[in-house]
């Protein structure tokens, strides 16, 4: 994956690309013991090359430019589930996946003076290490248990907690008006995140399966989740982890859903989300604090999501479909105020993500024909016209302000506010 911010103007031309490699080998086996055992186990090995931003200029350029070194790790697992049939009412699966992480060189580790904020002016010394050698180690195991109970031939319930150990951060800060990002490996100063998940749901299928029915809930604890201090310089950070906080979370919501699955024309489905991610950022040094220790709505925070998609037979050739999707908007921090400083306007931003960019929604139609049916036929032909965001919607995907003649103005990035038609010819031999 790779991604970069360009600046083709002179003098000042620069490109900052950043991204990174994955080699991912990765063995699953399956085991059936007996009718009522299904056993299943498996090894993983991930190798990450991470690429920070760098600063690269040509020749001529005004700009200076700024390296940052390459971040190199290794990820082991290893796992073994068991799927039980305990009878027919009840089935048991349990699981465990062991998990490590080693960062490794070529890199320098810096130390920080201990029982202060972690700053860069506060570094004490620091460690070179050269190619393959370890840096930090990580290791723990990852439980999961999920039970499934049949009320009866339509009904069942189902029950499960599982743990998620997480090496590979995505560090953003969504000050530009196009958010910029920063993939950021488990390191000395940056802890794996782990998460703590448990869930329930009903289930219920009617008229012989045609239609299916769910309610689930869910809660979710976060430890070590990563975000940035206030005002931090994330954008070609040489010490990234002066920049970031790690804290604590909570995840919860429902779903519902509803699916048409068979039907002499009209297939389709409707399902409703309402979920809540907070975080806190608690520190005894204010400069290591959000919001002042309190919950806030992490940057992915939306209340709720519905989606609906449907699909209706015209003709025996003929289909037509229509999805149609909402969300809330994301969480944002607006400036509250502003200063005046010999002709300079320095906003004043208030507590982090307490307001959200506008409501998303967008309505998508299609209509596809088939070549129709012919016997010992060799090719499968039809073609689709379809039309995204239908009604033109301006939805943003970000929301960022300016100064224009001495005034602070807020302006909303729309990557697609136009309809946008298309026409696809589809063929399988």
């Known amino acids: 994956y790779t991604s970069k911010i360009i600046n083709p103007a002179e003098p000042k031309r620069f490109d900052t690309p950043t991204g990174r490699n994955q080699l991912n080998i990765r063995t699953d086996f399956t085991y059936q013991r007996n009718e009522k055992h299904r056993i299943?186990?498996?090894?993983?090995?991930?190798?990450?090359?991470?690429?920070p931003e760098n600063l690269l200029t040509p020749p001529g350029s005004d700009v200076l430019p700024i390296r940052i070194p390459d971040e190199y790790g290794t990820e082991l697992a290893a796992y073994v589930e068991d799927d039980f049939i305990i009878n027919p009412r009840l089935t048991l699966t349990a699981g465990l996946r062991a998990s490590a992480f080693l960062?490794?060189?070529p890199t320098t580790v810096t130390r920080y003076q201990a029982d202060a904020p972690r700053d860069p002016l506060g570094a004490v010394d620091s460690t070179v290490y050269g190619r393959g050698e370890v840096t930090a180690s990580y290791a723990g195991l990852e439980p999961r248990l999920?039970?499934?109970?049949?009320?009866?031939?339509?009904?069942s319930v189902k029950v499960s907690f599982n743990r998620m150990r997480q090496y590979i951060h995505?560090?953003?800060n969504t000050a530009a008006a196009i958010p910029t990002a920063r993939w950021q490996l488990t390191n000395t100063?940056?802890?794996?995140?782990?998460?703590?998940?448990?869930a329930a749901g009903f289930f219920r299928?009617?008229?012989?399966?045609?239609?299916?029915?769910?309610?689930?809930?869910?809660?979710?604890?976060?430890?070590?989740?990563?975000?940035?201090?206030?005002?931090?310089?994330v954008l070609l950070n040489r010490n990234i982890e002066t920049a970031v906080l790690q804290g604590v979370g909570r995840a919860y919501g429902v779903e519902v859903l509803a699916r048409k699955n068979a039907g002499e024309y009209l297939t389709g489905w409707v399902g409703y989300t309402y979920a809540r991610t907070l975080v806190r950022m608690q520190s005894p040094f204010?400069?290591?604090?959000?919001?002042?220790?309190?919950?806030?709505?992490?940057?992915?925070?939306?209340?709720?999501?519905?989606n609906l998609v449907l699909n209706y037979q015209l003709k025996k050739r003929m289909g037509f479909s229509m999805n149609f999707t909402y969300s809330t908007g994301r969480p944002a921090t607006y400036p509250e105020g502003r200063f005046n400083y010999a002709g300079i306007i320095i906003p004043d931003f208030g507590m982090r993500n307490l307001q959200r960019i506008p409501d998303y929604h967008r309505l998508d139609i299609a209509i596809n024909i088939d070549s129709g049916y012919r016997k010992n036929k060799k090719v499968d032909k039809s073609w689709t016209f379809a039309v995204y965001n239908l009604y033109s919607r301006?939805?943003?995907?970000?929301?960022?302000f300016r100064a224009d003649q001495g005034s602070a103005s807020a302006y909303k990035l729309a990557i697609f506010g136009a309809a946008f038609p298309s026409l696809t010819y589809n063929f399988k031999f």
């Not at 299943?40 to 690429?51: C, D």
């Not at 008229?207 to 809660?219: D, I, K, P």
């Not at 400069?287 to 999501?305: I, L, M």
Request: overall charge negative; aromatic content about 14%.
């Open 170 to 172: 995505l560090v953003s």
């Open 189 to 198: 100063h940056i802890l794996p995140q782990i998460a703590d998940q448990v």
């Open 205 to 233: 299928n009617f008229a012989g399966s045609m239609f299916e029915t769910s309610v689930e809930v869910y809660y979710k604890r976060l430890t070590n989740f990563l975000d940035y201090k206030d005002n931090a310089p």
């Open 394 to 400: 301006n939805n943003a995907f970000s929301v960022f």
């Open 286 to 306: 204010a400069s290591e604090q959000v919001n002042g220790g309190a919950w806030y709505p992490a940057n992915f925070d939306k209340p709720h999501t519905l």
């Open 146 to 155: 999920a039970l499934k109970i049949s009320l009866d031939e339509n009904s």
């Open 103 to 105: 960062n490794t060189g």
């Open 40 to 51: 299943g186990f498996g090894a993983q090995a991930i190798r990450y090359w991470a690429r």
